[in-house]
């Protein structure tokens, strides 16, 4: 002890001499210096509460005396939170249920079984080594025993049909004299209900003569002298953090605490899947962060969270990137109803990929997403899903393959009302040819009645195969109005999700000028620009097409067929502010086929495509499309 007083005369803020003196210190039984101590040397690193224990404890008596603390703790404050006042924090995740653990060791020491075995509940939950064992060791015969279905801390809730999310408080009581079970709910710290619901009495001398034969044997307290309660109550989808007390009142009246939670919201459930442009950018800052949520799970330990603390996060599943950020952050700022995100993205990932395997324990991407929504409770209230997926697919097929991955997420996820998909754009995010791709994603709308369809291209702030935090935040702000349409009643119904060539046909026999009609019948298509200087050239709305496909790899032609240098035989591209674009050409042409927006690069150039574009006054890309069939000139067609 004087050792260490000596160094920390000199070093008044070391950490581990505060850390070792608290040790010593316990061991000499002076509690009140080791309690300080501990204190300081939290207060100088943090990392001793954050670190894995096992790191922390270099020596067994350090664990012995580690586990003395946290008692001291708890007597002191009686709910032994010194070492959890920073729970939610990032860093202190992968240790949450250890710090469980202990807590409850340090209740069941001082005899409050109750809130014991509701931390050894939350420690189990949580994959601490031993906490199974310590329940059945210390709970068979506790006087209340928690289900483990009962709410967390922080947790989320789905929004049923009365903006409301019903929840259940259930367990069991076998204390005698128990008259009822109490619960106060809170809204923003102040009491807004309280329920009560009568238990059957349990008699004093029953319960005795049970404990009495429990201990003479390893069996649990008999379950007829446990008595099982659920009290329902509701929180409404808001912007507000709801908590409760839950007591027993005996037959004189008085309340005694067994479990209170905090920061309870209720709202709408969204999960975001696809590759790296999924997963990329920040969260952004909001004043209503708090409602911004999501839960995640990695080895044995699974937690909740908001959306924004998983910026540290990096290359793992459960990162939530800037799109889905900025999407919950509009919902939350400008509907007032929280939100929670679950995610099944990985950087670079194929659609092959996302497939579910099945296997255990889980594997792949769509697996342990799987997991991590039904550990959450919320897999069964997924209302949409936002897929932004493609760049790490080539050849045909993609539409075959998506639509096994919805029927996927039709089984898992029984209540998506909704599919929100992106289109890729050329990119330089590979080598891959992924026309095809970008095609097959054009009709997925047609196999899909609920599905929106969304263009990237247009969208500033890309780099050739990513966005700047301002593109993720201008994408999400497409998908919003569509999401803000289906979901929360908004009446604006112009340009909200991108316009989709509906046919192409010779305006007349001369075959001089070509017609594009879109669909919606009410889109308004116009060109970004007239002209845009990329690479020391001048590139104009005519270069995003070409005829019969005409592409520089040989690949692309076709026998018999004569492929048109499409950019010179253009003379212009006519959009006008309606649904139609008119195509003039120099001369008659015999072509059958039409593509708009090339593969990667501008025609006779090493420069990825990056505009002008078609899309509507609002910035809405439209859809590119491959080879798509030009008409011959009709009566019907003019």
């Given at each position: 002890f004087d050792d260490f007083s000596a160094i920390l005369s000199r070093l008044p803020n070391n950490a581990n001499a505060h850390f070792m003196r608290s040790v010593v210190a316990f061991s000499m039984m002076k509690y009140s210096e080791s309690f300080a101590d501990m204190q300081s040397a939290l207060r100088y690193d943090t990392r001793l509460a954050q670190k894995p224990l096992q790191y922390t404890m270099r020596s067994p008596i350090e664990k012995q005396n580690f586990e003395g603390f946290t008692a001291i703790a708890a007597k002191q404050f009686a709910r032994a939170d010194s070492l959890l006042a920073n729970l939610y924090q990032p860093e202190m995740?992968?240790?949450?249920?250890?710090?469980?653990?202990?807590?409850?060791?340090?209740?069941?020491?001082?005899r409050k079984s109750e809130t014991g075995c509701e931390d050894c509940r939350i420690a189990e939950e949580l994959g601490a080594a031993g906490a199974e064992e310590l329940f059945t060791r210390n709970c068979?015969?506790?006087?209340?025993v928690l289900d483990k279905s009962f709410p967390r801390n922080f947790q989320f809730f789905a929004r049923e049909a009365n903006?409301?999310?019903?929840?259940?408080?259930?367990?069991?009581?076998?204390?005698a004299g128990v008259d009822s079970v109490v619960v106060v709910v809170y809204r923003n710290g102040e009491a807004v209900a309280r329920r009560s619901v009568a238990l059957t009495a349990v008699s004093t001398s029953a319960k005795e003569s049970a404990k009495s034969s429990q201990k003479q044997g390893t069996k649990p307290l008999s379950k007829q002298w446990q008595v099982p309660f659920t009290v329902p109550i509701s929180i409404k989808a808001e912007c507000a953090q709801y908590g409760f007390v839950l007591g027993l009142k005996d037959k004189s009246g008085v309340e005694h605490t067994v479990a209170r939670r905090d920061s309870l919201v209720a709202g709408d459930v969204f999960l975001f899947a696809g590759q790296s442009n999924m997963v990329l950018g920040d969260v952004p800052p909001s004043p209503k962060s708090a409602f911004m949520r999501t839960y995640n799970w990695e080895n044995t330990t699974s937690w909740w969270q908001t959306m924004a603390a998983t910026n540290g996060f990096s290359g793992r599943l459960g990162r939530c990137g800037g799109l889905s950020g900025e999407l919950a952050r509009r919902i939350v700022e400008e509907r007032g109803i929280p939100v929670c995100g679950l995610y099944a993205s990985v950087n670079g990932s194929s659609i092959e990929q996302h497939f579910p395997l099945g296997k255990y324990p889980p594997q792949g991407i769509y697996d342990?997403?799987?997991?991590?929504?039904?550990?959450?409770?919320?897999?069964?209230?997924i209302r949409a899903v936002f897929w932004y997926q493609g760049e790490s697919n080539s050849g045909l097929g993609y539409g075959q393959k998506f639509a096994a991955l919805a029927e996927a997420w039709k089984s898992d996820y029984p209540a998506v009302e909704r599919l929100y998909?992106?289109?890729?754009?050329?990119?330089?995010?590979?080598?891959?040819?992924?026309?095809?791709?970008?095609?097959?994603q054009r009709h997925l709308g047609a196999m899909f009645p609920n599905l929106r369809l969304i263009a990237a291209s247009g969208v500033e702030g890309y780099d050739g195969c990513h966005f700047s935090q301002a593109g993720y935040a201008s994408l999400a702000g497409q998908l919003y109005r569509a999401l803000a349409h289906d979901f929360y009643g908004s009446a604006d119904t112009t340009d909200i999700v991108s316009p989709n060539l509906a046919k192409a046909y010779f305006a007349d026999t001369t075959r001089q000028a070509i017609v594009l009609e879109f669909m919606p019948p009410s889109s308004r298509i116009i060109a970004s620009s007239d002209s845009l200087l990329v690479g020391g050239m001048t590139v104009f709305i005519k270069n995003a097409f070409l005829c019969d496909g005409r592409f520089s790899e040989s690949s692309k032609t076709e026998s018999g067929k004569s492929f048109l240098d499409a950019p010179n035989m253009i003379a212009s591209v006519e959009a006008s502010g309606d649904n139609i674009v008119r195509i003039t050409l120099r001369s008659g042409i015999r072509a059958e086929r039409l593509t708009?927006?090339?593969?990667?690069?501008?025609?006779?150039?090493?420069?990825?495509?990056?505009?002008?574009?078609?899309q509507t006054p609002r910035g809405m890309g439209v859809l590119s499309f491959f080879r798509a069939p030009i008409q011959p000139p009709t009566v019907g067609n003019k």
């Open positions: 995740i992968r240790e949450r249920g250890a710090l469980y653990y202990y807590r409850a060791m340090a209740k069941f020491g001082l068979s015969q506790a006087d209340v903006d409301s999310a019903r929840l259940s408080l259930s367990g069991s009581v076998s204390r342990n997403a799987l997991r991590m929504a039904r550990l959450s409770g919320l897999a069964k209230q998909v992106v289109q890729i754009r050329p990119n330089s995010c590979n080598t891959l040819d992924q026309n095809d791709v970008r095609e097959e708009y927006l090339p593969d990667k690069f501008y025609p006779g150039a090493t420069t990825i495509y990056a505009g002008p574009w078609l």
